[in-house]
């Protein structure tokens, strides 16, 4: 019923195409956004300096005392009109729209900005005078109140106020700094306009180029990222995806053994998926080897005991080394308690073995030399304790439960095991996964001390432990 349901299915190459292409387009507009910015903020950052410059050398050209009492008495002083004549060779010397002095009276509609100087050009000034301002000059409606309230907060502040301005004749950027007297009371506006219109179609070129540059390069991208996605991924995905349904819809009911046989796709991948192919391969193959034993098994009852007997072997035995495994390790466990209880033992000892550094060889070589290593160490391990049942209860942990000679003889075992870890590890012609090294440690069942068999195992483990810190502390990397 799973794989009738086509519109319950979400395609893999859809998602990650949706995915991809919103991650782009985010991607797209979050750097041309922020380039945008940072394009805009350096340019007004340079305006800013050259504004200021202006602002503060006319700033420092007024006698204030003298400029306030001509706008309190709207008569033009000497001073002033040495002020007005350097103020007209700024602008004409400087590339600005306006270079100017206000003073906001009130926030009404009208009459609410008084002229105080407004600087000319020469043909202005004096030929064609007729749009001059002078002193004292009283506006009608050119300044809105918002307008007028900015003036107010500038007044505020010590601190040059930047702003933009759409005006009848384009963009201006305006500079503006508040002129205050010997008392620190504000009393007039000294302001620089700079005409932007050149520069905000500038901008706005060079957004649209840039936009265009990224989403060229972003599709550019995407093209690759999708195709590459489709030949390792998607594509494969949807082969195995295909060979594994076909796989379900033939063996549903199928009593032919021989036709219990997964079609793997010919991937052209080196990735995970080709090893979830190889396995799937392999997990039909086991699974037909074992759908035959069990057919064969109901044709001879003797095979299906022998059978069961096998698997109550493998339930026991560790299937990389061969051992005994933490089932058949609790098992002994719960008999040693028990004769421990009924006082039929009186002498056993436990030794735990760790192996070191499997998380390197695995992480630098591959599971498969790890597994080696595993491997090697169970064999050294049988080789030693020949007397007595070995355990593996972990992946790189192993128990010896000590009995009869090997019992008797502990310490002798104890100074081969370590030996034989020693001339290991200084062979040159081994691989790391050869030079086996592990840390031991050994505890005999003492009745005085002992109420259970895990106080034996613990002082094991911690001599084990001990032992292995006493390893790293010499180690030599």
Request: charged residues 30%.
């Amino acid at each position: 019923m799973l794989f009738r349901k086509k519109d319950a299915i979400k395609p893999l190459r859809r998602s990650i195409t949706t995915g991809f292409i919103f991650f782009i387009i985010s991607l797209c507009l979050f750097l041309g956004i922020s380039t945008h910015l940072n394009y805009k903020r350096s340019l007004f950052e340079r305006y800013n300096s050259y504004i200021i410059d202006i602002l503060n050398y006319v700033e420092t050209s007024i006698d204030h005392k003298d400029l306030e009492n001509c706008i309190h008495t709207l008569e033009r002083s000497q001073k002033f009109d040495e002020l007005e004549k350097m103020m007209d060779g700024i602008k004409e010397d400087f590339r600005i729209h306006y270079l100017y002095i206000i003073k906001p009276l009130n926030k009404n509609p009208t009459g609410n900005v008084m002229s105080v100087l407004s600087a000319e050009n020469y043909y202005d000034r004096y030929i064609n005078t007729e749009g001059n301002l002078y002193l004292g000059w009283i506006s009608e409606d050119e300044f809105g109140e918002e307008n007028v309230e900015k003036f107010f907060d500038i007044m505020k502040s010590r601190e040059p106020v930047f702003f933009e301005e759409k005006t009848d004749w384009g963009y201006d950027y305006t500079g503006a700094l508040t002129l205050f007297n010997s008392e620190g009371r504000a009393y007039a506006i000294l302001a620089v306009d700079v005409d932007i219109s050149t520069l905000k179609k500038h901008m706005r070129t060079q957004s649209i180029s840039l936009f265009v540059l990224i989403v060229v390069l972003g599709s550019l991208f995407t093209l690759r990222f999708l195709f590459w996605t489709e030949k390792n991924i998607t594509k494969p995905i949807k082969m195995l995806c295909v060979s594994a349904v076909s796989f379900v819809q033939k063996s549903h009911g199928q009593r032919d053994i021989n036709q219990l046989k997964f079609n793997a796709p010919k991937l052209n991948t080196r990735n995970e998926i080709l090893e979830l192919s190889n396995a799937i391969t392999q997990m039909t193959q086991d699974m037909q080897n074992y759908v035959e034993e069990i057919v064969w098994a109901e044709l001879d009852a003797q095979l299906l005991k022998s059978q069961a007997t096998q698997m109550k072997e493998l339930a026991n035995t560790d299937a990389l080394t061969g051992l005994r495994n933490k089932t058949s390790y609790d098992k002994e466990m719960l008999k040693i308690e028990y004769e421990i209880d009924t006082h039929k033992i009186d002498s056993f000892g436990i030794a735990m073995i760790d192996l070191n550094f499997l998380k390197k060889i695995n992480d630098t070589y591959g599971h498969e030399k790890g597994d080696l290593a595993i491997k090697n160490l169970s064999s050294l391990v049988c080789n030693i304790f020949q007397h007595s049942p070995v355990f593996r209860i972990g992946g790189d942990e192993f128990v010896v439960i000590l009995k009869d000679h090997d019992l008797e003889v502990i310490d002798s075992l104890l100074q081969q095991f370590n030996q034989k870890l020693e001339s290991l590890k200084y062979d040159d012609n081994l691989e790391l996964w050869e030079k086996v090294s592990a840390a031991i440690g050994t505890a005999i069942y003492d009745t005085s001390i002992d109420e259970s068999i895990e106080d034996v195992f613990k002082r094991a483990d911690k001599k084990m432990y001990d032992r292995k810190v006493e390893m790293k502390a010499h180690r030599v990397d």
